[in-house]
């Protein structure tokens, strides 16, 4: 009988999970998951890795729960380990889903070429994304550049009903050397991170429910809503998927069966042209894998860049004087994430504004944001920089303070996330140091003191970051 190690890695779940599916039907089954030596240094900041910990505690708790099976955890060199624990088992295949990035597809490499050549029988699924990016190609057989013909090519794939979760799983008779996931030190030393349980649930148990909430609540006024971060619209799954808890055929088939009541559903499909921006992230970073490191447009490397320190910190504290970008800011610090248009605005602050290099603002965000993804985090800051393929033209300047007026009208989330402008009315909410002092000495306002003054002009910004992007035209 086949014994097959099923290793996970960014795909922390039981349903449509199609190694462990494929493994199950074959024989009895071994899953590990390995933090890797070779590999944890690039993959993850602190909110993230807080996510890891405790995705790992769900998904064992699951695997224990529904199959009376051990998830073993290892960390170390992850082909030593596989080796390790198919020598001590008797194991003969391994099987796994395809991860993307770079560091990971090297690694990958090296582990397949070395366990084929003792004769282990390997395989690999694409099952953390709709399509497989290596697949795809335009007319010429070259990679897409441009997001809508990728979008309009995906839509012409088919895409394959999700697999179940396994009914039954047939572990094995050998206890397994295993340890704690405590033992891995995901955990920051300094434990900020107790307020993240506040606002999510890792594991894939949380996953589903905050899908099944979004279908019945919001995704029928998704399209609407989306771009105004008071009210929350979005379906905050980022950090599931980002982890793999639920899987994007899932969600896909979901939606389908939600068009299949009311087809052509603009809301819905909003929510499906999201989903291919994710896919599109991931197949930048396969065909374009330099995408989290350089400029994908090579003017952008005699880019006039300031790396004023100060501003830096200012921006990362949410102290640059803008309502709207501080309030973001905050809102990253306190619960691991930021509001998609929010995050725009901040990106494109730092970028344009400050003129600081677009690789301090990634990563800031990689360190703070729990669903950070390599892949979207690269494609968000280039598309705000202008830097990348498909990206927002380098003179279309977010203006922080029209962006508040427009997308937070009555200031609702930026007095959330900074407080000490709660009592200052509309519309100076947007634009404090425009605010008669009077009336700022009336609501308990010291600007400089209590909030600052915004650390640079707005016109004065636009302008330079203009110059600046004439010197590389
Ligand atoms: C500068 C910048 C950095 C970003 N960094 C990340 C990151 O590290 N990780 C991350 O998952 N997303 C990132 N995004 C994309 C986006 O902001 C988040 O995916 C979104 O805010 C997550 O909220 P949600 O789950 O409610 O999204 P929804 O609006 O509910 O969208 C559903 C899903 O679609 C995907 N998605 C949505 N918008 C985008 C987008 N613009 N690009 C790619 N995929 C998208 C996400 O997986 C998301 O969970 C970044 C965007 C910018 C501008």
Known sequence: MQKTIVWFRKDLRLHDHQALWEASQNGSVIPIFIWPHEEHHLLSGEASLWWLHHSLLALQEEFKEHYGVDLIIRKGNSLDILIEVMEDTGANALYFNERYEPFAIKRDHYVIESLNKI?????????????NPFTIANLSGDPYKVFTPFWKRCLNESISRPLPRPSLLNGIDKVVSTIEVAELGLLPTIRWDEKLHCYWQPGEKGAISVWELFIQKDLHSYKTGRDYPSLQAGSRLSPHL????????????????????????EQIEAYKRQ?????????????????????????????????????????????????????GMRELWETGTMHNRVRMVVASFLVKHLLIPWTYGAKWFQHT???FDLANNSMGWQWVTGSGLDSAPYFRIFNPITQGEKFDRDGEYIRKWVPELTKLPNPYIHRPWTAPSELLKSVGIKLNETYPLPIIDHDFARKRALAAYDKIK
């Open 369 to 371: 944001l729990v669903d």
């Open 119 to 131: 004769g282990v029988d390997i395989r690999t699924f694409h099952s953390n994304l709709l399509y």
């Open 275 to 327: 989903l291919i921006w994710r896919e599109f992230g991931y197949y930048q970073l396969v065909h374009f894998p330099t995408i989290s490191k350089a400029p994908l447009r090579p003017a952008f490397e005699h880019f006039p860049w300031d790396e004023n320190q100060d501003n830096l910190l200012k921006w990362q504290k949410g102290e640059t004087g803008y309502p709207l970008v501080d309030a």
């Open 242 to 265: 980002a982890w793999g808890e639920i899987s994007p055929r899932a969600m896909w088939y979901s939606l389908e069966m939600e068009q299949s009541h009311i087809p052509m559903n």
